[in-house]
């Protein structure tokens, strides 16, 4: 069965910071493109980071400096690390493998409030 799990969503306090984690099953992970988009409520998916198969990475303006993406093509697994977080980047965030049959994981819910 082909699909994206995301995980490390929760609740934190501004400043702090977590560590998503997206797993693949039933794809050969390695030759894909990955991404992390999210979803704020009332507003568009937008594009966080990705990360090509040979791990060159890009990032949104809002989240340069702050978060990383990163892969483990051994694990099949694709991160994000957060830090600095800002209550501006609660959202729902989505695993995504880029292609032209591009696949999305569930999503995990990330908040960040005092």
């Known amino acids: 069965q082909v699909r994206l799990v995301e995980s490390g969503g929760g609740l934190v306090q501004p400043g702090g910071s977590l560590r998503l984690s997206c797993a693949a099953s039933?794809?050969?992970?390695?030759?894909?493109?990955m991404a992390w988009y999210r979803q704020a409520p009332g507003k568009q998916r937008e594009l966080v980071a990705s990360?090509?198969?040979?791990?060159?990475?890009n990032y949104a303006d809002s989240v340069k400096g702050r978060f990383t993406i990163s892969r483990d093509n051994a694990k099949n697994t694709v991160y994000l690390k957060m830090g600095s977080l800002k209550p501006e980047d609660t959202a729902v965030y989505y695993c995504?493998?880029?292609?032209?049959?591009?696949?999305w994981g569930q999503g995990t819910q990330v908040t960040v409030s005092s």
């Open positions: 990360i090509t198969n040979d791990h060159r990475t």
């Open positions: 039933g794809i050969i992970f390695g030759i894909f493109n």
């Open positions: 995504y493998r880029v292609g032209s049959a591009g696949l």
